[in-house]
Structure formats: C-alpha cells, structure tokens
C-alpha cells in the first residue's frame, strides 16, 4: 500500500497548475482535507453511468459476487444480464467438473493402491461422494450437452451449480463428511427435478431448432447480432457455390486430360511411321546407287565387246552388215543412262542383238 | 498498471490518467491512505465462496454515494488496478443485486426491459423447473 501511495503522488503531480507548484508543497494530508471538503461535491456530482455501460470484465466481476442461483434468475432483467448469466452459467458448469477433478485428484494421492485397502479408508466416503456427482454430472452435461454446443440454450439450472460447489467444499475441507446418501440427497433432487422439467418443457421447443440449425451457428459467440449471422450463412452459400463450381471445373479438365493423352499417343505413332519411311527412302536411296553402278559396269562392259568387236571386223571389212549393226548398239548405248527399267529392257534387247550378230548355232529343239 | 506502461516505480516522470477524473482520483487517493497498512490482497480462487457480508464499515460509509460515482469508482480501481477497491466496490453493487426482484432490479439500476414478450416466455419457462408444484 506505500508503494501505491508513492504512485498517487506521482499522480498528483499532474493535477497541480502553476501557481499553485509556486508555492510551497502540499502535503498528502493537505490534499485529502481538501479532497474530503470537495467530497460532497463528488457526491453531489451525478454521473450518467449505468451498470450495463460497465466494461464486460466489470459486469463478470460484480456476477462474480453472485450465487449461480441468482444469476439464472437475473436473465430475465434484461437481454445483456440474460447473455453474461448464460455466459457465466456454461462457464460454471465447467468449473464444478474442473473442481470435481482436481479434488478427486487430491484424494487418490493419499489412497493406498490396493483396492481392498480402499474400502476401508478414512478416504473412502470423499471417493464415494465424488464418484457420484461425477455421475450427476454425466447426466446433466448428456441432457444439455448439445443444446448448449449449439448455442440454443445455456446450463438452466444454477441451482445445481450451487448444490455442487457446496458438497465438493465440504468433502475437501472436511475429514469426516457426512454419509454419501446424506450429503448429494439435495443434489440427486434438484438435478433430477432439472433434468426432467428440462425434458419435458423445454426441449421440445428446442429440438426443431437444433435439427434446422448448422453446427457452425454454435461456434457463434451469444453476443453476436442477427445481421452478423445473416452474414456468416451468406458466406457459407457462396461456399458451397464455389464448392459445386469446383467439381464441375475439375471434371472438365480431367476430360480435357484424356483428350490430350490420346492426341499424344497419335502423334506418337505418326512420329513412328515417319521415321519407318524415311529409313525406307534411305535404303531405296542405296539401291537406286548400286543399280546405277552396276549399269555403269555393264555398259563400260559392252563398250570394250564393242571396241574389241570393231577391230575384229575392221580386219574383215568386207562384212558389212554387221558393222552397221554395232554401229547402231553404239548409239543405242550412249543414250541408255537415264531410268532403271529402261536399263534392264535395254540391257536385254542389246543381249538379244549381239547374240544375232554372233555365228552361234542355235540350240535344237527337242 | 505502471508496468503496462513501461514505468519504473521511482520515476518521476508524470503518468497520464484520461480515465480517471480529479473528484474520483481524489476518493480513490483518500480510500487508498486509509488502507495503506493492509496486507497484499490474496489472489482469486474461483472454487471458493465468495462472500459478499464482510464489507468493513468503514467502506461502506465510504461507498455511501449515488450510483454513478459508485460506478466511476468500479472504473478507476479497474484502471489503476487496485483489487482492493474493485472488490469492495463490485461487492457493494452485488448486494445492491441480491434479494431483488428483476423488476425491482431494473427500477433500481434504471434498467429497459428490452425482451419481446415470447422472448421474457421462454426464459421463465426455462426458469420455471425449481418451482414448487
């Protein structure tokens, strides 16, 4: 407390003018006595605050102060009072389970480990009295589970929350509790009374809403405005429009995929055939070559017969008509170069001249 | 709330308060001397009990004011961040709460009742499972 004290001196500093920093300090008495003087001034002063203008972390505080009781039935105030009591009672709810667990825990660490030992520890009724609210609160969270997940309703029964704090602070504080029907009797009444008013009053307004309603809306907070929700389903359509888009587009590109591997597949084929053809036009290239050299050394051939031919018959000049007839295989040899065909029937008829020229006996037929 | 501004204690440099008014710094300075020699408040346990009868009467002759001071008080002790006064204060309004009836709560508080009437229906249905038959 000193050192906050030494802060609002600090503070003080600030709300000093200049005159008055001039003259001689003011001592901390000093200002309280002129702070108490101006007091009913302050008290007169009415400020315009209201408890609902209060910060959110304000208002949990002053409930803070409240019985769980009392906040369930404040909901009926006013639509604020109604969200931070829904607030705090869900809240509750898991702070008694929290509580249950963390006393439960302290009690098993002082239990010995055998079970038959168990039965017969000064322990064993704090164990018996926490098993069973922990079945009460089984039920409870089974009945109002998922209404409170979905956001349609919050945990009604304060009461029970109440009910609860107090039997788990006498099982923890106290080393003697009283015996286990004793203690929860209240608390198996008020849950049971709960549960079934819960069921048959409440839910059945309930369930056409939870059924209609999307999961997402319970991960709304309560403080949200309608427009905000309207909002959040408008996007959740154009969701599912662009979801649906999507499917329609990949099955167009998974269509277009197999029409570009079959495209793919021709065209390799195509490459195939190509290159089967050129390998042809090369090999008939080579042909075309040889014939044409062996054409070459077969005309050279029958140049040397020819030349050979005319000294021979220049020598017996007087036989004529078959120096005319080489004469014409001269010409007719000098030209011969041009197709393959035209070589091989040529070759042929020039054959069949000289063997006319040529005193060969022909063969006799049988 | 020095350390949230970066302040040293033994600063001298002036620490600003926007949120914070001359009359309410002065209630607070004068509740703050009175209880200089208290001990450390202990820290929130939300397992335990929490009581609202042990207000001393010291405080509550303090706090004997209209419920708009009332009000900036709860602001300044949250701003300067003196739980002290906080509590004090949020338990003066919770027993200002307790044993009212929600009209009557409204009246006080000057509270509008702003649910339609099928709305006001449902909660007091949902209220109405401890109801003796």
């Known amino acids: ?143 109002y589970g998922k209404y409170i997940d979905s956001g349609l309703c919050c945990f009604i029964p304060g009461k029970v929350l109440d009910e609860m704090f107090r039997v788990l602070r006498i099982v923890r504080e106290s ?69 649906g888009n999507c499917t329609e587009l990949r099955k167009q590109v998974k269509s277009l995929r197999s029409k570009v591997l079959k495209l793919g597949g021709k065209i390799d084929d195509n490459k195939s055939k190509l290159q089967d053809q050129s390998a042809k036009i090369s090999e008939q290239g080579a042909q075309i070559q040889d014939l044409r050299r062996v054409v070459d050394e077969l005309s050279q051939k029958v140049l040397d017969i020819s030349r050979s031919h005319d000294t021979s018959m220049n020598k017996s000049s007087s036989k004529g008509g078959s120096s005319n007839k080489i004469s014409s295989v001269k010409a007719f040899f000098s030209g011969s170069h041009t197709s393959q065909s035209g070589v091989v029937t040529r070759s042929k008829r020039a054959r069949a001249q000289d063997t006319e020229s040529d005193p060969v006996p022909p063969k006799k037929m049988c | 709330m020095l350390e949230d501004l970066g302040m040293d204690e033994d600063d001298e440099e002036v620490v600003p308060l926007p949120n914070v008014n001359s009359p309410i710094l002065k209630k607070v300075i004068q509740w703050a001397t009175f209880h200089k020699d208290d001990p450390p408040p202990p820290e929130d346990d939300e397992n335990k009990e929490k009581r609202t009868d042990d207000i001393s009467s010291w405080d509550a002759d303090f706090l004997k004011v209209d419920q708009g001071t009332l009000f900036e008080l709860i602001l300044a002790a949250n701003y300067l961040d003196i739980k002290g006064l906080l509590d004090v204060t949020c338990k003066t309004v919770a027993n200002m709460i307790k044993g009212k009836t929600p009209e009557e709560i409204r009246k006080t508080f000057n509270i509008k009742n702003d649910f339609t009437a099928s709305e006001e229906e449902q909660v007091r249905k949902e209220n109405e499972w401890c109801e003796d038959k």
């Open chain 1, 1 to 143: 407390m000193i050192v906050g004290l030494r802060r609002l001196r600090a503070r003080i500093k600030t709300f000093r003018t200049e005159p008055e920093r001039k003259e001689s300090k003011m001592s901390l008495r000093e200002i309280m006595d002129s702070s108490s003087s101006s007091g009913s001034e302050a008290n007169n002063r009415q400020s315009n605050l209201c408890l609902l203008e209060l910060p959110d972390i304000v208002q949990r505080r002053i409930f803070s102060f409240l019985s769980y009781d009392e906040i369930a039935r404040l909901r009926i105030v006013c639509k604020d009072f109604d969200i931070m009591g829904k607030t705090v009672l869900n809240k509750g709810l898991v702070a008694v389970e929290k509580f249950r667990n963390m006393c439960l825990k302290e009690v098993k660490i002082q239990l010995p480990r055998r079970e038959s030992e168990r039965r017969v520890h000064p322990l064993a009724r704090h164990v018996d009295v926490l098993m069973a609210i922990e079945t009460r609160i089984s039920m409870l969270s089974m009945t």
């Open chain 1, 175 to 243: 080393k003697t509790p009283p015996r286990p029907h004793e203690i929860l009797q209240e608390l198996r009444d008020i849950s049971s009374m709960a549960m079934e008013h819960f069921d048959e009053k409440v839910c059945s307004s309930l369930k056409p809403k939870f059924t209609s309603t999307p999961k997402a809306k319970s991960l709304l907070t309560l403080k949200m405005s309608n427009d905000e929700v309207d909002a959040v389903q408008a996007v959740q359509t154009n969701l599912q429009k662009v979801k």
